[in-house]
Antibody
Framework: EVQLVESGGGLVQPGGSLRLSCAASGFTFGSYAMSWVRQAPGKGLEWISIISGGGSTNYAGSVKGRFTISRDNSENTMYLQMNNLRVEDTAVYYC?????????????WGLGTLVTVSS | EIVVTQSPAALSVSPGERATLSCRASQSVSTNLAWYQQKPGQPPRLLIYGASTRATGIPARFSGSGSGTEFTLTISSLQSEDFAVYYCQQYSNWPPVTFGGGTKVEIK
């Protein structure tokens, strides 16, 4: 059974940093791209970053230069380092498994971790 | 960036009736379009990919159609568990991957 478990969310002040983790199990982690998708309270879905099984990355313009996606295939874990956080980054952050490696649609999602950016 | 627009924003349907949801892309995405269902407090669930292929375990009452810029998700006979928000997403030309704003299917 595929499982994705996010952690690391919390309350942070504007300009601060957080590191999110996504622990994966139930599939061959290194064979699949993984993404982060966020959802602001009461709003829709926003894709923010993808990493291939081999480590190639892409970002949405709203986070490029501030967020860094990475993965450790030996630990079956993906990360999102978030720097210079803004109030508008407040959202539930989901990790999502790619259908394959770089298809960019998502067949399994974690339950999400809430990031609140506020002073 | 490809803009994805869903209509209507909300749809009131009685159980057992058909629901038709629309999704439009600002430029052609061929059939590189997915649909997701999201219930309150839950993550999205993949329903349809390739515009018309049901994901594993998705009931046959869900069907997708369209290509290019115009797409439709049809729920043939709404069940109580189908009341949710539905999102379409293009994966033709990215980054960025883009989602529509969602259609909320409510009980009439």
């Amino acid at each position: 059974e595929v499982q994705l478990v996010e952690s690391g969310g919390g309350l942070v002040q504007p300009g601060g940093s957080l590191r999110l983790s996504c622990a994966a199990s139930g599939f061959t982690f290194g064979s699949y791209a993984m993404s982060w998708v966020r959802q602001a309270p009461g709003k829709g879905l926003e894709w923010i970053s993808i990493i291939s099984g081999g480590g190639s990355t892409n970002y949405a313009g709203s986070v490029k230069g501030r967020f860094t996606i990475s993965r450790d295939n030996s630990e079956n874990t993906m990360y999102l380092q978030m720097n210079n956080l803004r109030v508008e980054d407040t959202a539930v952050y989901y990790c999502a498994k790619d259908w394959a490696n770089w298809n960019a649609y998502f067949d399994f999602w974690g339950l999400g971790t809430l990031v609140t950016v506020s002073s | 960036e490809i803009v994805v627009t869903q209509s209507p924003a909300a749809l009131s349907v009685s159980p057992g009736e058909r629901a038709t949801l629309s999704c439009r892309a600002s430029q052609s995405v061929s059939t590189n379009l997915a649909w997701y269902q999201q219930k309150p407090g839950q993550p999205p669930r993949l329903l349809i990919y390739g515009a018309s292929t049901r994901a594993t375990g998705i009931p046959a009452r869900f069907s997708g159609s369209g290509s290019g810029t115009e797409f439709t998700l049809t729920i043939s006979s709404l069940q109580s568990e189908d009341f949710a928000v539905y999102y379409c997403q293009q994966y033709s030309n990215w980054p960025p991957v883009t989602f529509g704003g969602g259609t909320k299917v409510e009980i009439k």
